[in-house]
T-cell receptor
Framework: GENVEQHPSTLSVQEGDSAVIKCTYS??????FPWYKQELGKGPQLIID?????GEKKDQRIAVTLNKTAKHFSLHITETQPEDSAVYFC????????????FGQGTRLTINP | NAGVTQTPKFQVLKTGQSMTLQCAQD?????MYWYRQDPGMGLRLIYY???????DKGEVPNGYNVSRLNKREFSLRLESAAPSQTSVYFC????????????FGSGTQLSVL
């Protein structure tokens, strides 16, 4: 089955700098890669997703890149703000069939003022 | 809209006790899920219900049972709680299947002593 590895487990950046979180997946047939943000005391919320027919997707300060050959994808947050502090999870699955999402271990991002 | 509502928010059990975690969604979603979140292990799927009347095992189903009572409600039961079941439990729903946006509840913090 699918296995998703996420790095780093913790990340601390200065406000205004960029943050990058990386994930690798094992199943070359996976083609759906969402990212979830979990704020303290809340459930995760989808912030962006990418499907394997594109290599990059942007939404304001957030972008996700996908390298299918290397089987890894990354979340990029630019101009970080204090409200970006949270735990971020990547996930992977196949769009067709019954495979459920497999999540990475999570990255705790701290934005220092 | 309330979205996904979980009860209780906190629970302490003794080993061997039983309890049921309740989950309800008001978005008319077909699919519902139960996840557990443990430090360093991300979110792991316990059980999944694609539609009313159907349930399916996830990655870590042992020690749990579920009931899809109707389209809105999906409950998780621990028949004989064990310390290994100490975790944060999240219920989620999606409109159709697992490979689209998941909406999570705010979680139940469960401690088994």
């Amino acid at each position: 089955g699918e296995n998703v590895e996420q790095h780093p487990s913790t990340l601390s950046v200065q406000e205004g700098d960029s943050a990058v979180i990386k994930c690798t997946y094992s199943d070359s047939a996976s083609n759906y890669f969402p990212w979830y943000k979990q704020e303290l005391g809340k459930g995760p919320q989808l912030i962006i997703d990418i499907r394997s027919n594109v290599g990059e997707k942007k939404d304001q300060r957030i972008a996700v890149t996908l390298n299918k050959t290397a089987k890894h994808f990354s979340l990029h947050i630019t101009e970080t703000q204090p409200e970006d502090s949270a735990v971020y999870f990547c996930a992977a699955s196949k769009l067709s069939g019954a495979q459920k999402l497999v999540f990475g271990q999570g990255t705790r991002l701290t934005i220092n003022p | 809209n309330a979205g996904v509502t979980q009860t209780p928010k906190f629970q302490v059990l003794k080993t061997g006790q039983s309890m049921t975690l309740q989950c309800a969604q008001d978005m008319n979603h077909n699919s519902m899920y139960w996840y557990r979140q443990d430090p360093g292990m991300g979110l792991r799927l316990i059980y999944y219900s694609a539609s009313e009347g159907t349930t399916d095992k996830g990655e870590v189903p042992n020690g749990y049972n579920v009931s899809r009572l109707n389209k809105r409600e999906f409950s998780l039961r621990l028949e004989s709680a064990a310390p290994s079941q100490t975790s944060v439990y999240f219920c989620a729903s999606s409109e159709r299947g697992p490979n689209e946006k998941l909406f999570f509840g705010s979680g139940t913090q469960l401690s088994v002593l």
